[in-house]
Protein backbone atom coordinates (compact mmCIF):
# COMPACT_ATOMS: atom_id res chain seq x y z
CA UNK A 1 0.00 0.00 0.00
CA UNK A 2 1.62 3.25 -1.25
CA UNK A 3 2.12 6.17 1.49
CA UNK A 4 0.04 8.20 -0.28
CA UNK A 5 -3.45 6.24 0.34
CA UNK A 6 -2.58 5.18 3.91
CA UNK A 7 -1.10 8.95 4.96
CA UNK A 8 -3.71 10.61 7.10
CA UNK A 9 -2.36 14.00 5.88
CA UNK A 10 -2.38 13.08 2.42
CA UNK A 11 -4.32 16.11 -0.09
CA UNK A 12 -7.16 15.02 -2.04
CA UNK A 13 -7.99 16.99 -5.56
CA UNK A 14 -10.81 17.51 -7.33
CA UNK A 15 -14.56 16.52 -6.46
CA UNK A 16 -13.20 13.96 -4.08
CA UNK A 17 -11.90 16.72 -1.54
CA UNK A 18 -14.97 18.56 -1.94
CA UNK A 19 -17.10 15.39 -1.19
CA UNK A 20 -15.39 12.43 0.29
CA UNK A 21 -12.23 13.45 1.97
CA UNK A 22 -11.97 10.24 3.78
CA UNK A 23 -9.17 7.52 2.80
CA UNK A 24 -10.10 4.24 1.71
CA UNK A 25 -8.02 2.81 5.42
CA UNK A 26 -10.06 5.13 7.05
CA UNK A 27 -13.27 3.62 6.29
CA UNK A 28 -13.19 1.24 9.54
CA UNK A 29 -13.29 4.10 11.39
CA UNK A 30 -15.31 6.46 10.21
CA UNK A 31 -18.31 4.42 8.82
CA UNK A 32 -19.38 2.86 12.24
CA UNK A 33 -18.93 6.14 14.26
CA UNK A 34 -21.36 7.63 10.83
CA UNK A 35 -23.95 4.80 11.76
CA UNK A 36 -23.91 5.44 15.14
CA UNK A 37 -25.43 8.98 14.54
CA UNK A 38 -27.41 7.73 11.99
CA UNK A 39 -29.07 5.52 14.54
CA UNK A 40 -29.60 7.90 17.29
CA UNK A 41 -30.88 10.53 14.73
CA UNK A 42 -33.43 8.21 13.31
CA UNK A 43 -35.00 7.60 16.70
CA UNK A 44 -34.16 11.30 17.84
CA UNK A 45 -36.72 12.00 14.15
CA UNK A 46 -39.34 9.37 15.63
CA UNK A 47 -39.77 10.41 19.27
CA UNK A 48 -39.35 14.25 18.46
CA UNK A 49 -42.03 14.05 15.67
CA UNK A 50 -44.28 11.79 18.08
CA UNK A 51 -43.91 13.81 21.12
CA UNK A 52 -45.25 17.11 19.79
CA UNK A 53 -47.84 14.93 17.97
CA UNK A 54 -49.08 13.49 21.89
CA UNK A 55 -48.83 16.93 23.58
CA UNK A 56 -49.99 19.62 20.90
CA UNK A 57 -53.17 17.63 20.25
CA UNK A 58 -54.20 17.00 23.72
CA UNK A 59 -52.73 19.89 25.80
CA UNK A 60 -52.33 22.57 23.28
CA UNK A 61 -48.61 23.97 22.04
CA UNK A 62 -48.76 26.18 25.83
CA UNK A 63 -48.34 22.83 27.35
CA UNK A 64 -44.87 22.92 25.89
CA UNK A 65 -43.72 25.71 27.87
CA UNK A 66 -44.57 24.15 31.33
CA UNK A 67 -43.22 20.73 30.26
CA UNK A 68 -39.92 22.13 29.01
CA UNK A 69 -39.76 24.15 32.52
CA UNK A 70 -40.80 22.40 34.88
CA UNK A 71 -40.45 18.27 34.12
CA UNK A 72 -37.60 18.35 31.29
CA UNK A 73 -35.05 20.58 33.06
CA UNK A 74 -35.04 19.31 36.62
CA UNK A 75 -34.83 15.59 34.78
CA UNK A 76 -32.06 17.04 33.03
CA UNK A 77 -30.35 17.90 36.01
CA UNK A 78 -30.71 14.67 37.76
CA UNK A 79 -29.59 12.73 34.26
CA UNK A 80 -26.37 14.10 34.95
CA UNK A 81 -26.00 13.25 38.10
CA UNK A 82 -26.71 10.21 37.56
CA UNK A 83 -24.22 9.71 34.70
CA UNK A 84 -21.54 11.18 36.56
CA UNK A 85 -22.03 8.80 39.29
CA UNK A 86 -21.73 6.14 36.51
CA UNK A 87 -18.45 7.78 34.82
CA UNK A 88 -17.02 7.43 38.16
CA UNK A 89 -18.09 3.05 39.06
CA UNK A 90 -18.12 1.96 35.04
CA UNK A 91 -16.04 1.98 32.40
CA UNK A 92 -16.37 4.55 29.27
CA UNK A 93 -17.98 1.54 26.95
CA UNK A 94 -20.68 0.41 30.12
CA UNK A 95 -21.82 3.18 30.42
CA UNK A 96 -23.33 3.55 26.95
CA UNK A 97 -24.92 0.40 27.09
CA UNK A 98 -26.06 1.48 30.70
CA UNK A 99 -27.08 4.99 29.64
CA UNK A 100 -29.20 4.25 26.57
CA UNK A 101 -30.58 0.52 26.84
CA UNK A 102 -33.23 1.75 30.29
CA UNK A 103 -34.39 4.44 27.66
CA UNK A 104 -34.84 1.78 24.75
CA UNK A 105 -36.94 -0.07 27.07
CA UNK A 106 -39.22 2.72 28.42
CA UNK A 107 -39.73 3.58 24.60
CA UNK A 108 -40.76 -0.06 24.13
CA UNK A 109 -42.90 -0.15 27.01
CA UNK A 110 -44.86 3.33 26.14
CA UNK A 111 -45.67 2.14 22.53
CA UNK A 112 -47.15 -1.52 23.80
CA UNK A 113 -48.25 -1.35 27.09
CA UNK A 114 -48.82 2.41 28.37
CA UNK A 115 -50.59 3.52 25.12
CA UNK A 116 -52.68 0.87 24.31
CA UNK A 117 -54.18 1.33 28.05
CA UNK A 118 -54.14 5.13 28.31
CA UNK A 119 -58.18 4.85 29.01
CA UNK A 120 -57.31 3.50 32.30
CA UNK A 121 -54.16 5.22 33.58
CA UNK A 122 -54.96 8.72 32.65
CA UNK A 123 -57.52 10.29 34.82
CA UNK A 124 -60.78 11.16 33.61
CA UNK A 125 -61.74 13.72 31.79
CA UNK A 126 -64.55 14.61 34.68
CA UNK A 127 -61.63 14.99 37.29
CA UNK A 128 -59.89 17.03 35.00
CA UNK A 129 -62.08 19.79 34.71
CA UNK A 130 -63.21 20.14 38.24
CA UNK A 131 -59.83 20.65 38.52
CA UNK A 132 -59.60 23.62 35.90
CA UNK A 133 -62.55 25.12 37.50
CA UNK A 134 -61.04 24.97 40.78
CA UNK A 135 -57.36 26.59 39.99
CA UNK A 136 -57.90 28.07 36.38
CA UNK A 137 -54.33 29.66 37.41
CA UNK A 138 -52.97 25.89 37.69
CA UNK A 139 -53.85 25.05 34.35
CA UNK A 140 -50.38 24.47 32.59
CA UNK A 141 -49.71 21.82 35.85
CA UNK A 142 -52.75 19.97 35.68
CA UNK A 143 -52.66 19.33 32.00
CA UNK A 144 -48.92 17.83 32.82
CA UNK A 145 -50.98 15.48 35.46
CA UNK A 146 -54.02 15.11 32.96
CA UNK A 147 -52.09 13.59 30.39
CA UNK A 148 -49.29 12.57 32.41
CA UNK A 149 -47.96 9.42 29.93
CA UNK A 150 -47.99 11.85 27.40
CA UNK A 151 -45.66 14.12 29.82
CA UNK A 152 -43.19 11.04 30.68
CA UNK A 153 -42.91 10.38 27.53
CA UNK A 154 -42.07 14.13 26.53
CA UNK A 155 -39.38 14.12 29.00
CA UNK A 156 -37.72 11.16 27.88
CA UNK A 157 -37.81 11.92 24.46
CA UNK A 158 -36.49 15.62 24.99
CA UNK A 159 -33.64 14.20 27.11
CA UNK A 160 -32.99 11.49 24.28
CA UNK A 161 -31.99 14.28 22.41
CA UNK A 162 -29.88 15.86 24.69
CA UNK A 163 -27.86 13.05 25.55
CA UNK A 164 -27.34 10.61 23.39
CA UNK A 165 -26.72 12.95 20.96
CA UNK A 166 -24.75 15.99 22.10
CA UNK A 167 -23.31 14.02 24.76
CA UNK A 168 -22.90 9.96 24.57
CA UNK A 169 -22.23 10.33 20.55
CA UNK A 170 -20.75 13.53 20.34
CA UNK A 171 -17.90 12.88 23.61
CA UNK A 172 -17.51 8.94 21.91
CA UNK A 173 -16.30 10.60 18.60
CA UNK A 174 -14.19 13.70 20.25
CA UNK A 175 -12.60 10.50 22.05
CA UNK A 176 -11.49 8.51 19.60
CA UNK A 177 -11.09 11.09 16.66
CA UNK A 178 -7.65 13.00 16.23
CA UNK A 179 -7.68 17.34 15.68
CA UNK A 180 -6.40 16.41 12.08
CA UNK A 181 -9.30 13.99 11.13
CA UNK A 182 -11.73 16.09 12.59
CA UNK A 183 -12.15 18.79 9.93
CA UNK A 184 -12.28 15.75 7.75
CA UNK A 185 -14.87 13.53 9.41
CA UNK A 186 -17.23 16.42 11.74
CA UNK A 187 -18.94 17.86 8.35
CA UNK A 188 -19.62 14.48 6.86
CA UNK A 189 -20.58 12.82 10.09
CA UNK A 190 -23.61 15.34 10.00
CA UNK A 191 -24.06 14.33 6.19
CA UNK A 192 -24.28 10.71 6.65
CA UNK A 193 -26.01 11.01 9.98
CA UNK A 194 -28.44 12.97 8.59
CA UNK A 195 -29.80 10.32 5.96
CA UNK A 196 -31.15 9.13 8.56
CA UNK A 197 -33.82 12.34 8.91
CA UNK A 198 -35.16 11.79 4.98
CA UNK A 199 -35.50 7.87 5.95
CA UNK A 200 -36.97 8.38 9.33
CA UNK A 201 -39.27 11.38 8.42
CA UNK A 202 -40.39 9.03 5.43
CA UNK A 203 -40.73 6.17 8.08
CA UNK A 204 -43.16 8.47 10.15
CA UNK A 205 -45.35 9.73 7.16
CA UNK A 206 -45.50 6.02 6.27
CA UNK A 207 -46.80 4.98 9.47
CA UNK A 208 -48.93 8.33 10.39
CA UNK A 209 -50.65 8.65 7.09
CA UNK A 210 -52.73 6.97 4.46
CA UNK A 211 -51.06 4.02 4.14
CA UNK A 212 -52.12 2.85 7.77
CA UNK A 213 -55.16 5.08 7.80
CA UNK A 214 -56.82 3.32 5.29
CA UNK A 215 -56.92 -0.48 6.92
CA UNK A 216 -58.87 1.10 10.41
CA UNK A 217 -62.37 2.60 10.80
CA UNK A 218 -61.72 5.34 12.85
CA UNK A 219 -58.40 7.51 12.85
CA UNK A 220 -58.03 7.19 16.69
CA UNK A 221 -57.46 3.23 15.87
CA UNK A 222 -54.95 3.78 12.96
CA UNK A 223 -52.89 6.70 15.42
CA UNK A 224 -52.82 3.44 18.02
CA UNK A 225 -51.26 1.40 15.59
CA UNK A 226 -48.69 3.92 14.51
CA UNK A 227 -47.72 3.99 17.60
CA UNK A 228 -46.88 0.54 17.65
CA UNK A 229 -45.23 0.83 14.04
CA UNK A 230 -42.79 3.72 15.92
CA UNK A 231 -42.07 2.92 19.10
CA UNK A 232 -41.37 -0.58 17.01
CA UNK A 233 -38.56 1.15 15.25
CA UNK A 234 -37.44 2.91 18.13
CA UNK A 235 -36.09 -0.08 19.69
CA UNK A 236 -34.53 -1.91 16.78
CA UNK A 237 -32.85 1.07 16.02
CA UNK A 238 -31.44 1.65 19.90
CA UNK A 239 -29.98 -1.68 20.24
CA UNK A 240 -28.69 -1.37 16.83
CA UNK A 241 -26.32 1.42 17.63
CA UNK A 242 -25.51 -0.45 20.86
CA UNK A 243 -24.51 -3.36 18.58
CA UNK A 244 -22.48 -0.95 16.49
CA UNK A 245 -20.95 0.80 19.38
CA UNK A 246 -19.79 -2.81 20.90
CA UNK A 247 -17.99 -3.31 17.13
CA UNK A 248 -15.99 -0.24 17.33
CA UNK A 249 -14.47 -1.54 20.91
CA UNK A 250 -13.28 -4.69 19.62
CA UNK A 251 -11.99 -4.25 15.88
CA UNK A 252 -11.24 -0.57 15.97
CA UNK A 253 -10.45 0.50 19.31
CA UNK A 254 -7.44 -2.02 18.94
CA UNK A 255 -5.67 -0.63 16.08
CA UNK A 256 -3.12 2.00 16.75
CA UNK A 257 -3.63 3.48 12.88
CA UNK A 258 -7.23 4.12 14.43
CA UNK A 259 -6.82 5.19 17.89
CA UNK A 260 -3.57 5.20 20.61
CA UNK A 261 -4.17 6.39 24.02
CA UNK A 262 -0.78 7.60 24.32
CA UNK A 263 -2.24 10.22 21.65
CA UNK A 264 -5.24 12.20 23.47
CA UNK A 265 -5.12 15.58 24.16
CA UNK A 266 -3.37 16.63 27.19
CA UNK A 267 -3.49 13.46 29.07
CA UNK A 268 -4.02 13.80 32.24
CA UNK A 269 -2.22 11.28 35.36
CA UNK A 270 -4.56 8.65 36.61
CA UNK A 271 -6.14 9.28 39.80
CA UNK A 272 -9.15 8.85 41.72
CA UNK A 273 -11.96 10.41 39.93
CA UNK A 274 -13.66 13.57 40.44
CA UNK A 275 -16.72 14.25 42.68
CA UNK A 276 -19.59 16.07 40.95
CA UNK A 277 -18.63 18.95 42.82
CA UNK A 278 -15.14 19.21 41.81
CA UNK A 279 -16.15 18.65 38.44
CA UNK A 280 -18.11 21.91 38.62
CA UNK A 281 -15.51 23.30 39.74
CA UNK A 282 -13.67 22.50 36.74
CA UNK A 283 -16.47 23.52 34.73
CA UNK A 284 -16.52 27.09 36.30
CA UNK A 285 -12.68 27.60 36.12
CA UNK A 286 -12.79 27.26 32.16
CA UNK A 287 -13.40 30.21 29.91
CA UNK A 288 -13.87 28.11 27.64
CA UNK A 289 -16.65 25.65 28.80
CA UNK A 290 -18.62 29.14 29.85
CA UNK A 291 -18.55 30.21 26.15
CA UNK A 292 -20.06 27.14 25.04
CA UNK A 293 -22.87 27.08 27.05
CA UNK A 294 -23.94 30.52 26.15
CA UNK A 295 -23.70 29.01 22.75
CA UNK A 296 -26.02 26.13 23.56
CA UNK A 297 -28.46 28.35 25.61
CA UNK A 298 -28.63 30.47 23.15
CA UNK A 299 -29.53 28.41 20.52
CA UNK A 300 -32.24 26.53 22.79
CA UNK A 301 -33.76 29.79 23.61
CA UNK A 302 -34.20 31.57 20.17
CA UNK A 303 -35.21 28.18 17.96
CA UNK A 304 -38.01 27.49 20.61
CA UNK A 305 -39.19 30.68 21.27
CA UNK A 306 -39.98 30.40 17.22
CA UNK A 307 -40.81 26.54 17.40
CA UNK A 308 -43.68 27.26 19.65
CA UNK A 309 -45.38 29.70 18.04
CA UNK A 310 -44.99 27.27 14.98
CA UNK A 311 -45.95 24.69 16.46
CA UNK A 312 -49.47 26.37 17.65
CA UNK A 313 -50.27 27.43 14.06
CA UNK A 314 -49.67 23.51 12.88
CA UNK A 315 -51.69 22.47 15.31
CA UNK A 316 -54.53 24.92 14.32
CA UNK A 317 -54.07 23.52 10.90
CA UNK A 318 -54.97 19.81 11.88
CA UNK A 319 -57.07 20.58 14.35
CA UNK A 320 -56.56 17.32 16.34
CA UNK A 321 -55.68 15.16 13.95
CA UNK A 322 -53.23 13.46 15.45
CA UNK A 323 -52.03 10.98 11.73
CA UNK A 324 -52.40 13.71 9.84
CA UNK A 325 -50.33 16.39 12.32
CA UNK A 326 -47.80 13.11 12.54
CA UNK A 327 -47.73 13.00 9.18
CA UNK A 328 -46.79 16.57 8.38
CA UNK A 329 -43.82 16.07 10.86
CA UNK A 330 -42.81 13.14 8.88
CA UNK A 331 -42.31 15.30 6.15
CA UNK A 332 -40.91 18.50 8.19
CA UNK A 333 -38.33 15.71 8.86
CA UNK A 334 -37.34 14.33 5.57
CA UNK A 335 -36.89 18.25 4.21
CA UNK A 336 -35.04 18.48 6.78
CA UNK A 337 -32.59 15.78 5.82
CA UNK A 338 -32.70 16.56 2.64
CA UNK A 339 -31.65 20.45 2.76
CA UNK A 340 -29.30 19.18 5.65
CA UNK A 341 -27.86 17.12 3.42
CA UNK A 342 -27.26 18.67 0.38
CA UNK A 343 -25.73 21.91 1.99
CA UNK A 344 -23.51 19.60 3.83
CA UNK A 345 -22.35 18.01 1.32
CA UNK A 346 -21.95 21.11 -1.01
CA UNK A 347 -21.31 23.65 1.09
CA UNK A 348 -21.00 22.76 4.78
CA UNK A 349 -18.14 20.79 4.66
CA UNK A 350 -16.10 22.97 2.51
CA UNK A 351 -16.59 25.71 5.11
CA UNK A 352 -15.00 23.96 8.07
CA UNK A 353 -12.18 23.03 5.94
CA UNK A 354 -11.48 26.26 4.31
CA UNK A 355 -12.62 28.94 6.74
CA UNK A 356 -11.94 30.19 10.06
CA UNK A 357 -13.83 29.03 12.99
CA UNK A 358 -15.16 31.72 13.72
CA UNK A 359 -16.57 32.29 10.04
CA UNK A 360 -17.82 29.10 9.99
CA UNK A 361 -19.79 29.26 13.93
CA UNK A 362 -21.27 33.05 13.06
CA UNK A 363 -23.83 31.43 10.17
CA UNK A 364 -25.98 29.70 12.43
CA UNK A 365 -26.96 32.73 14.91
CA UNK A 366 -27.00 34.99 11.83
CA UNK A 367 -29.46 32.86 9.77
CA UNK A 368 -31.87 32.44 13.18
CA UNK A 369 -31.96 35.73 13.65
CA UNK A 370 -32.72 36.74 10.04
CA UNK A 371 -35.46 33.83 9.78
CA UNK A 372 -36.67 33.62 13.26
CA UNK A 373 -37.21 38.14 12.98
CA UNK A 374 -39.20 37.50 9.71
CA UNK A 375 -41.70 34.73 11.45
CA UNK A 376 -42.21 36.76 14.64
CA UNK A 377 -43.15 40.10 12.25
CA UNK A 378 -45.55 37.79 10.43
CA UNK A 379 -47.32 36.44 13.34
CA UNK A 380 -47.93 39.68 15.01
CA UNK A 381 -47.36 42.73 12.62
CA UNK A 382 -51.03 42.85 10.92
CA UNK A 383 -50.16 44.80 7.46
CA UNK A 384 -47.24 43.10 6.81
CA UNK A 385 -49.70 39.38 7.51
CA UNK A 386 -52.22 40.92 5.44
CA UNK A 387 -49.79 42.09 2.35
CA UNK A 388 -48.76 38.50 2.00
CA UNK A 389 -51.49 37.22 2.55
CA UNK A 390 -53.21 38.93 -0.15
CA UNK A 391 -50.50 38.73 -2.05
CA UNK A 392 -50.23 34.78 -2.29
CA UNK A 393 -54.03 34.10 -1.76
CA UNK A 394 -53.42 32.56 1.23
CA UNK A 395 -55.54 31.74 4.97
CA UNK A 396 -53.65 32.81 7.87
CA UNK A 397 -52.97 29.43 9.52
CA UNK A 398 -51.82 28.22 6.46
CA UNK A 399 -49.30 31.07 5.41
CA UNK A 400 -47.92 31.05 9.24
CA UNK A 401 -47.87 26.96 9.12
CA UNK A 402 -45.42 26.62 5.93
CA UNK A 403 -43.54 29.79 6.62
CA UNK A 404 -43.03 28.48 9.89
CA UNK A 405 -42.06 25.29 8.83
CA UNK A 406 -39.35 26.94 6.24
CA UNK A 407 -37.65 28.98 8.27
CA UNK A 408 -37.44 26.18 11.18
CA UNK A 409 -36.28 23.51 8.57
CA UNK A 410 -33.43 26.38 7.11
CA UNK A 411 -32.08 26.86 10.63
CA UNK A 412 -32.47 23.15 12.18
CA UNK A 413 -30.08 22.16 8.74
CA UNK A 414 -27.44 24.70 9.51
CA UNK A 415 -27.36 23.88 12.84
CA UNK A 416 -26.83 20.29 12.46
CA UNK A 417 -24.11 20.57 10.32
CA UNK A 418 -21.77 24.10 11.22
CA UNK A 419 -23.50 24.94 14.92
CA UNK A 420 -22.75 21.08 16.09
CA UNK A 421 -19.23 20.89 14.20
CA UNK A 422 -18.00 23.99 15.27
CA UNK A 423 -18.93 23.68 19.08
CA UNK A 424 -17.67 20.38 19.03
CA UNK A 425 -14.53 21.42 17.32
CA UNK A 426 -14.36 23.93 20.43
CA UNK A 427 -13.60 20.90 22.81
CA UNK A 428 -10.92 19.11 21.64
CA UNK A 429 -8.49 21.12 22.35
CA UNK A 430 -9.45 20.93 25.70
CA UNK A 431 -8.14 18.21 28.02
CA UNK A 432 -9.93 14.91 29.04
CA UNK A 433 -11.39 16.21 31.97
CA UNK A 434 -12.89 18.93 30.42
CA UNK A 435 -14.13 16.92 27.72
CA UNK A 436 -16.17 14.23 29.64
CA UNK A 437 -17.53 15.44 32.73
CA UNK A 438 -17.71 19.08 32.25
CA UNK A 439 -18.65 18.26 28.66
CA UNK A 440 -21.48 16.43 29.97
CA UNK A 441 -22.91 19.28 32.35
CA UNK A 442 -22.14 22.36 29.60
CA UNK A 443 -24.04 20.21 26.78
CA UNK A 444 -26.98 18.45 29.02
CA UNK A 445 -27.82 21.32 31.41
CA UNK A 446 -26.65 24.00 29.26
CA UNK A 447 -28.79 22.40 26.12
CA UNK A 448 -31.57 22.00 28.83
CA UNK A 449 -31.14 25.79 30.13
CA UNK A 450 -31.63 27.05 26.99
CA UNK A 451 -35.20 25.16 26.21
CA UNK A 452 -36.24 25.98 29.62
CA UNK A 453 -35.02 29.77 29.06
CA UNK A 454 -37.01 30.12 26.22
CA UNK A 455 -40.22 28.30 27.89
CA UNK A 456 -39.93 30.17 31.07
CA UNK A 457 -40.30 33.54 29.03
CA UNK A 458 -43.28 32.16 27.39
CA UNK A 459 -44.73 30.79 30.81
CA UNK A 460 -44.38 34.27 32.66
CA UNK A 461 -46.33 35.51 29.95
CA UNK A 462 -48.77 33.15 29.11
CA UNK A 463 -49.63 33.55 33.38
CA UNK A 464 -49.66 37.35 33.11
CA UNK A 465 -51.81 37.47 30.24
CA UNK A 466 -54.02 34.66 31.64
CA UNK A 467 -53.95 33.31 28.44
CA UNK A 468 -53.03 29.61 26.74
CA UNK A 469 -53.05 31.81 23.08
CA UNK A 470 -49.08 31.56 22.50
CA UNK A 471 -49.65 34.57 19.32
CA UNK A 472 -51.09 37.26 21.72
CA UNK A 473 -47.56 36.97 23.72
CA UNK A 474 -45.46 37.00 20.24
CA UNK A 475 -44.70 40.49 20.33
CA UNK A 476 -42.67 40.46 23.65
CA UNK A 477 -40.86 37.21 22.70
CA UNK A 478 -39.58 38.90 20.19
CA UNK A 479 -38.01 41.28 22.15
CA UNK A 480 -36.14 38.33 24.06
CA UNK A 481 -35.58 36.90 20.92
CA UNK A 482 -33.15 39.73 19.28
CA UNK A 483 -31.30 40.14 22.77
CA UNK A 484 -30.32 36.62 22.79
CA UNK A 485 -29.30 36.71 19.17
CA UNK A 486 -27.09 39.36 20.08
CA UNK A 487 -25.68 38.15 22.86
CA UNK A 488 -25.20 34.34 21.00
CA UNK A 489 -22.72 36.63 17.95
CA UNK A 490 -20.78 38.13 21.06
CA UNK A 491 -20.07 34.39 22.83
CA UNK A 492 -18.97 33.11 19.14
CA UNK A 493 -16.36 36.20 18.54
CA UNK A 494 -14.71 35.36 22.55
CA UNK A 495 -14.71 31.94 21.94
CA UNK A 496 -13.32 31.96 18.95
CA UNK A 497 -9.78 33.45 20.15
CA UNK A 498 -9.66 30.66 22.08
CA UNK A 499 -10.35 27.92 20.17
CA UNK A 500 -7.48 29.44 17.30
CA UNK A 501 -5.20 30.18 20.07
CA UNK A 502 -5.87 26.77 21.53
CA UNK A 503 -5.20 25.04 17.63
CA UNK A 504 -2.17 26.91 17.02
CA UNK A 505 -0.50 25.53 20.62
CA UNK A 506 -1.32 22.20 19.43
CA UNK A 507 -0.04 22.46 16.24
CA UNK A 508 3.09 23.82 17.58
CA UNK A 509 3.35 20.92 20.10
CA UNK A 510 2.78 18.55 17.28
CA UNK A 511 5.72 19.86 15.25
CA UNK A 512 8.09 19.46 18.24
CA UNK A 513 6.86 16.22 19.45
Not at 53 to 65: E, K, P, Q, Y
Request: aromatic residues 16%; proline residues 3%; glycine residues 6%.
Amino acid sequence: MSTKSTSPTADFTGWRAALWPIHNFELKKFLPLAFIMFCLLFNYTLLRDTKDTLVVNSAGAGAITFLKLYCVTPAAILFVIIYAKLTNIFSRENVFYIVVGPFVVFFALFGFVIYPNLAALHPSQEAVMALQIAYPRLSGFIDIYAYWAFSLFYVFAEIWGSAMIALMFWQFANYIVRMKESKRFYGLFAVIGNFSLVLSGQFVSICSGETVQQYFSTKEAAWEFSVYLLMGGVTVFGFLAMFIYRWIYTNVLTDKRYFDPAEQNHPVKKKEKPSLVESCKIIFRSPELGLIAILIMAYGITINLVEVQFKHQLGLFYSGDKGGYNFFMGQYSTLTGILTILFGLFVGSNILRRVSWFKAAVITPLVISVGGGLFFLFTFAEEIAEYALHTFSLGAVVAATFLGAAIVIISKAIKYILFDATKEMAYIPLNDELKTKGKAAVDVIGGRAGKAGGAFVQNMLLIAFATKDVVLIAPYAFVVFVVICLLWLIAVKALSKRVDAAVKLREKEAKHA
